[in-house]
């Protein structure tokens, strides 16, 4: 997008604000799809909780996707949306049972992580089938915070419990028809999931009335300039060969799921704040936005960086700055980073804003969470409000509370 068009949706809808576009959301869709071609039967399941807005998830439902979701509130989402209920599957962690069960009663396709769900699950219902999240142990990505295959990660079933989950199959008939794993959202080298893919093979072979096998995600997205992309093609072509192979042996045309988050919205989407206050410090030269990790957690959380530009003066003269927000807390968004000079009153564009930024904002501060925008076909839709004060009583009880202790006169 230009960048006075993006300057008119923050003059229009106010600042902050986030904006996703469409076209590169469907870029990506079809970008995944393609690398995959090999496969008869694929299923792009998208993450609901990357980005969960109703608009997303019909854009989504437009391309053929699928959802792949982590709370009933998600579920229903995805239903509001227009999917129907098969093209959804639940993929939670450590949820309750009455859950699980209302969401099957729903009839998504339930995929279990644990077994005591798994033996309460099947000798309740043993006639619906479900689909066994295996952890691989395997680590993906440096970071232990996105980086769930791991030994000590609370995700999926060991592998090394295989024998627990054929018993507890076979005591309750009930039936397996998907295996899964999600090795957490930062795979750098395609060989460790592929090495990942291979234990995910090799445990199918236990079961034998699948249906599909789902790799689930973790593909990364370059967030800075010199940044490591997943090599979706090159994946693509390495797993499709491999899956081929095995339903082959299997005996079995089975469908290739997964489900990204990330790939499909994060380079989609942009936030855009204004600058409050440009203060120089004996150090450095902050600039303060109207925003903070309330509304963009990701570099407090995870040490994201996301690149930020100021479209207001993009020809102006470099300088470095520490982007900083307006809460009370220690919330740096960038430190040292050169931008172009900065005024105050310039409007900031923060890049890769997509994925898992308004879906973890707050209310922090007793600040209103932004609108959110999409830019579809040349034109600018709200599609959703930013928050008023409403919203931030709503719920809040006030009781009368006489005081106990009567103020002592001086
Ligand atoms: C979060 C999540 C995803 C999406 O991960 P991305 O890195 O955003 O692609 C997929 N599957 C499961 C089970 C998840 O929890």
Known sequence: MHNNQLLKIAKDFGSPVYIYNSETIIKQYKRLNTAFNKVKKVKINYAVKALSNISILKLMDSLGAGLDTVSIQEVKLGIIAGFPAERIIFTPNGVSLEEIEAVAKLGCQINIDNLSILEQFGTKYPDIP??????????????????????????????????????????????INGIHMHTGSDILDIDVFLYASEILFETAKNFKTLEFIDFGSGFKVPYKPGDIETNIEEFGEKLSARF??????????????????????????????????????????????????????????????????????????????????????????????????????????????GAYCYSMASNYNSRYRPAEVLWHEGKAHLIR??????????????IDLKPKIKAVKV
């Open 130 to 175: 479900v689909c066994i999240r295996i952890n691989p142990h395997v680590m993906a990505g440096g970071n232990t915070n996105i980086s769930v295959g791991h030994i000590d990660s609370k995700f999926g079933i060991s592998i090394h419990q295989i024998p627990h989950i054929l018993r507890i199959v076979n005591n309750t008939k009930m039936t």
């Open 244 to 353: 081929n192979e095995f339903c082959k042996d299997y005996g079995k045309q089975l469908t290739l799921a997964f489900e990204p988050g990330k790939f499909l919205v994060s380079e989609a989407g942009q936030f855009l704040a204004k600058v409050n206050v440009v203060k120089q410090t004996t150090s450095t030269v902050f600039a303060q936005i109207d925003s903070g990790f309330n509304h963009l957690i990701r570099p407090m959380l995870y040490g994201a960086q996301h690149e930020i530009e100021n479209i207001s003066n993009p020809k102006g003269k470099e300088r470095f700055y520490s982007v900083v927000g307006y809460i009370c807390e220690t919330d740096t968004f960038a430190n040292n980073r050169r931008i172009n000079e900065i005024n105050e009153g310039d409007i900031l564009a923060f890049k890769n804003a």
């Open 385 to 398: 409000k930013r928050e008023t004060f409403d919203d931030i009583l709503k719920n809040q009880i006030e």
